[in-house]
Antibody, heavy 114, light 112 residues
Framework: EVQLLESGGDLVQPGGSLRLSCAASGFTFNKFAMNWVRQAPGKGLEWVSTISAYGTYYADSVKGRFTISRDDSRNMIYLQMNSLRAEDMALYYC?????????WGQGTLVTVSS | DIVMTQTPLSLSVTPGQPASISCRSSQSLLHSDGKTFLSWYLQKPGQSPQLLIYEVSNRFSGVPDRFGGSGSGTDFTLRISRVEAEDVGVYYCVQSTQFPRTFGQGTKVEIK
């Protein structure tokens, strides 16, 4: 059974930093692209970033501030978030897949507020 | 960026009746490898989204056959042949043909 377990969400002040983690299990991790997708409170879904064998990709809204990485030896992906803004406040989902997302985690909540 | 436009944004359906949701993209979603990377998701209340359909018309494992997807190029449709109470939630289309990946605004489906 595929499982994706996010952690690291917290309350942070504008301009602050946070590192999200996602522990994956139930599939051959190093063979698959992984992503972060977010959902602001009461809003729709927004793709944030992808890490794949072809490289890393970012939404324009986070480019230069967020960094996605992975540790295939630990079946983990990370999202380092710097210079956080109020508009970054959202539930962040760790999701699996390159050309379609087949599994989603439960999400970790990032709150940006002073 | 490819803009994904869903219609309608909300839908109220009688159980047992059909329903359809349209998703249009601002550019063709045909990839250079010949596939079209358009997928559909359902986010039930209080839950994470779940995959229903990938590559336009392929049902994901465990998805009931009352869900069907069709379309090509820039016009796509999700159809539910007979809506059930458990189908309530918000439906999203998303394109994965190019970066940035882009989602439709979502269509909220409720039961009459």
């Amino acid at each position: 059974e595929v499982q994706l377990l996010e952690s690291g969400g917290d309350l942070v002040q504008p301009g602050g930093s946070l590192r999200l983690s996602c522990a994956a299990s139930g599939f051959t991790f190093n063979k698959f692209a992984m992503n972060w997708v977010r959902q602001a409170p009461g809003k729709g879904l927004e793709w944030v970033s992808t890490i794949s064998a072809y490289g890393t990709y970012y939404a324009d809204s986070v480019k230069g501030r967020f960094t996605i990485s992975r540790d295939d030896s630990r079946n983990m992906i990370y999202l380092q978030m710097n210079s956080l803004r109020a508009e970054d406040m959202a539930l962040y989902y760790c999701v699996k897949g390159l050309y379609f997302i087949d599994y989603w985690g439960q999400g970790t909540l990032v709150t940006v507020s002073s | 960026d490819i803009v994904m436009t869903q219609t309608p944004l909300s839908l109220s359906v009688t159980p047992g009746q059909p329903a359809s949701i349209s998703c249009r993209s601002s550019q063709s979603l045909l990839h250079s490898d010949g596939k079209t990377f358009l997928s559909w998701y359902l986010q039930k209340p209080g839950q994470s989204p779940q995959l229903l359909i990938y590559e336009v018309s392929n049902r994901f494992s465990g998805v009931p056959d009352r869900f069907g997807g069709s379309g090509s190029g820039t016009d796509f449709t999700l159809r539910i042949s007979r809506v059930e109470a458990e189908d309530v939630g918000v439906y999203y289309c998303v394109q994965s043909t190019q970066f940035p990946r882009t989602f439709g605004q979502g269509t909220k489906v409720e039961i009459k």
